[in-house]
């Protein structure tokens, strides 16, 4: 089992930039592919980016790439998402998962769910 824990999130103008932290606690997280998903409300939850479980490689979606960075820290157990040029379409709730397969943008690829952080882009 492998718990996770996100923070980071907040109220940010446009163009802002905020960091996310998933801290992870249970297995350790090393063994896992890490991705960040975000969800509004009355829409599916949509891929943000994806990590291998070395950090050698990295996923984004098309909507982010270039100004979001996903990064990790084994040692910490700590998954990040800097998210620089923020805008409003940004909004939304952000949950970190770990999962096995590295190559895929479903979240039926990931095995394990944090509560996730509000983030809010005002104009």
């Known amino acids: 089992q492998v718990q996770l824990v996100e923070s980071g999130g907040g109220l940010v103008q446009a163009g802002d930039s905020l960091r996310l932290s998933c801290v992870a606690s249970?297995?350790?997280?090393?063994?896992?592919?890490m991705g960040w998903f975000r969800q509004d409300p009355g829409k599916e939850r949509e891929f943000v980016a994806s990590?291998?479980?070395?950090?050698?490689?990295?996923l984004y979606a098309d909507s982010v790439n270039g100004r979001f960075t996903i990064s990790r820290d084994n040692a910490e157990n700590t998954v990040y998402l800097q998210m620089n040029s923020l805008k409003q379409e940004d909004t939304a709730v952000y949950s970190c998962?770990?999962?096995?397969?590295?190559?895929?943008?479903?979240?039926?690829?990931?095995?394990?769910w944090g509560k996730g952080t509000q983030v809010t882009v005002s104009s």
């Open positions: 249970g297995r350790t997280v090393s063994i896992y592919v």
């Open positions: 990590i291998s479980q070395n950090g050698d490689s990295t």
């Open positions: 998962a770990a999962g096995r397969y590295f190559n895929t943008r479903s979240p039926y690829g990931y095995d394990y």
